[in-house]
């Protein structure tokens, strides 16, 4: 035990942990001699054919490698060595990578701020100028180079990113490397991705005129409401200036959130999903738009909401099917069917299975069963030995019953493979301790999505250069995986490659996303019942203020329980607590809301959802998820990240189904 912390046995203690020198740098005197033909080349004064080509790259631009390699390796002649399609479960990842930059022909350097700040991608593009290996930059964001590779060729991929890329493999093909583009500095976006922001700027107009127009409408038949006075007419003409009111509102709401996906695409940070919710977002409300176009009496806005609803589509097709939007996207998020577009081969998905936890497993089963009858007279080769932190006990007992099914034996002394287990809880002083003791034989497990320690990030030697599994989803395919490539009978098949998704972005498994799923649609059904009949001004204050007291209190409970699941900082005691609180709120919500103006579907959704989902995911999170005992921090660990809960659609749908509460709401009765 470390500090007793964390559960091993059988090897010699290694705290406080030793200072753990870089293996890039460390090999550097180790390389092969220097080859003067190369460093020749390199400056375009010779030309020699390539055959093997080395792709140095941070993870922040995976998408533009991985492109650029595939391009490569279709050309023919060439054969691009990228570590996520070659890296194979089982061997020493750092002495694989260093290998194959020693027998390389050329180094491509895809160039990025990213790059430039990563020690690792220092390394590489520095051992092989060290080398004589000629190195080749391809511009993937604007940067400023370093002096030592002013002389190499560069190639900017910004824009017009795959002819470029075909021109660059013929010109590896055939040897010359003489010709350089002339790099444009400043920012440099692609055609494609422009034309996602202007799309997203015309339905940004248009969803403000659109609220403009309701703002006006709202006013227009508040005036004639006062003119009415006591007459009938000013009850029709209160509840439309009440209707408008709530319309103007999500088309404000739309408009705010499309303002926020293009800050977003700027700066590389919006995901497909939210792209394509924002012009979901925006298709729905200028439907409505159009369907009040009589109560507006203005059809002279009709044209321009067709317009938008175009706009809408074409914003949707091109981030589903645009290939450059595609490497616009951040690493982890991008189009799975898109990637096989361009590979040109079938990839494993993450969440190939969108089933059930249970039914994933259980289609595992025979096949770990299967791998037992190949460890026959394997021995040692076969042994296993988990470290974790005692939080993170449900994981471990999932990776040891996977580990027994297929037949691999436990080795506290001597074991093979040390699954490391890594999630918030994790001190990273302790990784680095157990990878300066173990070797290759460290497998290091994410087990939940994380900030790693200051001056720690997806570049860093201890995540780029070890393997790593990423169990966050807790499927079954990654670990049968692993296991089967590490099968002597077996390593001749193929092992799939999937994406070093980046460990900032939150994952989790099918269970806690359906739990999440959950809560978001009972706080929307809480949420817009009172919040309509609030702003029709169908409540007395006598009854309106013990109700918003509820719901507000309902609704920060299940946010609260949500995101204390999602980062694991709750036991399985205190969520059954937490649980019946919610639902005797919910009770309470039930009794409290007006039964006129509330739909009775409304009701009984929320009283059949409450105790039902609330059952059934405490018993997946107690067997699966949830510590044991909440431990305190300490030094050296991460920080834990939660999801999203208050989405863009969210918001969307509740002012919506508001704006339809509002529509039908009991009006007062007038003087």
């Known amino acids: 035990m470390v500090e007793g912390r964390y559960r091993r046995s059988g090897h010699q203690s290694c705290w406080p942990p030793r200072p753990v020198q870089c293996t890039m740098h460390s090999r550097l005197a180790g390389s092969k001699a220097t080859r003067i033909p190369h460093a020749i080349e390199s400056t375009g004064l010779g030309a020699a054919a390539v055959d093997h080509v080395f792709v140095s790259y941070s993870r922040a631009e995976f998408y533009y490698a991985e492109s650029v390699t595939a391009v490569i390796n279709q050309s023919g002649g060439v054969r691009a060595w990228l570590d996520a399609e070659n890296l194979r479960p089982g061997t020493d990842w750092a002495a694989t990578i260093d290998s194959a930059l020693d027998t390389a022909d050329v180094l491509l350097l895809m160039a990025s701020p990213a790059a430039m700040r990563s020690p690792c991608v220092r390394a590489e593009w520095t051992r092989a100028l060290a080398a004589g290996i000629p190195v080749h930059v391809a511009v993937a964001r604007a940067v400023s180079l370093p002096v030592e590779l002013a002389h190499c060729p560069k190639h900017d991929l910004r824009a017009r990113f795959w002819s470029r890329s075909r021109r660059l493999a013929r010109e590896l093909t055939s040897g010359e490397h003489g010709s350089s583009d002339a790099v444009q500095r400043g920012p440099v976006m692609p055609l494609a991705v422009l034309l996602l922001m202007a799309l997203l700027c015309v339905g940004i107009a248009v969803a403000v005129a659109a609220a403009l127009l309701g703002w006006d409408l709202h006013a227009t038949y508040t005036a004639s409401a006062e003119r009415a006075g006591p007459a009938p007419s000013s009850i029709y003409y209160t509840r439309y200036s009440r209707f408008f009111l709530a319309l103007m509102v999500c088309n404000a709401i739309v408009a705010g959130g499309l303002i926020v996906i293009l800050t977003r695409l700027l700066v590389r940070r919006a995901t497909p999903s939210s792209l394509r919710q924002g012009f979901q977002g925006l298709l729905a409300i200028m439907g409505l738009n159009l369907l009040t176009l009589e109560l507006a009496q203005d059809t002279a806005i009709e044209e321009y909401y067709r317009d938008a609803m175009v ?290 579907v409304v009701r009984i959704l929320v009283l059949v959802i409450l105790p039902t989902s609330l059952t059934n995911f405490y018993r997946a999170f107690r067997l699966q998820w949830l510590p044991s005992a909440v431990p305190t921090e300490g030094n050296g660990e991460s920080t834990p990240v939660a999801p999203r809960l208050i989405s863009f659609l969210l918001v969307l749908f509740v002012a919506a189904l508001t704006t339809g509460i509002v529509f039908i709401a009991p009006l007062p009765v007038g003087p």
């Open 311 to 600: 706009v809408a589509v074409l914003g949707i097709a091109l981030v589903s099917w645009s290939r450059t939007v595609h490497l616009w996207m951040p690493t982890g998020k991008g189009q799975h069917h898109i990637r096989q577009r361009i590979l040109g081969r079938v990839l494993l998905r993450a969440r190939a299975l969108r089933r059930s936890f249970v039914y994933q497993w259980n289609s595992y089963q025979p096949r770990f069963v299967a791998l037992r009858e190949s460890l026959a007279g394997v021995g040692s080769a076969a042994s296993y030995h988990i470290v974790h932190h005692p939080a993170d006990q449900p994981i471990a007992e999932l990776i040891t019953r996977a580990c027994d099914t297929a037949g691999f034996t436990r080795d506290e002394l001597e074991a093979r493979w040390t699954f490391v287990i890594v999630s918030a809880h994790t001190d990273w002083k302790m990784m680095a301790c157990e990878q300066a003791l173990l070797g290759d034989r460290a497998v290091f497990v994410l087990a939940s999505s994380l900030l790693p320690p200051p001056g720690i990030d997806a570049d860093a030697e201890l995540i780029r250069r070890n393997q790593w599994l990423d169990f966050r989803d807790q499927g079954p395919g990654v670990l049968y995986e692993f296991l089967r490539s590490v099968v002597p009978a077996r390593q001749d098949a193929p092992v799939p490659v999937t994406v070093p998704a980046s460990m900032e972005r939150f994952h989790g498994p099918t269970y806690l996303i359906h739990f999440l799923l959950v809560v978001q649609c009972v706080i929307i059904l809480v949420a817009v019942g009172p919040l309509g009949l609030l702003v029709a001004d169908s409540l007395p204050l006598a009854g309106a203020l013990p109700l918003a007291v509820v719901t507000a209190l309902l609704i920060t409970l299940l946010l609260r329980l949500a995101w204390r699941t999602a980062i694991r900082q709750i036991t399985a005691e205190q969520w059954r607590l937490r649980a019946w609180l919610i639902f005797g709120a919910g009770l309470g919500w039930s009794l409290l809301v007006p039964v006129t103006g509330l739909p009775p």
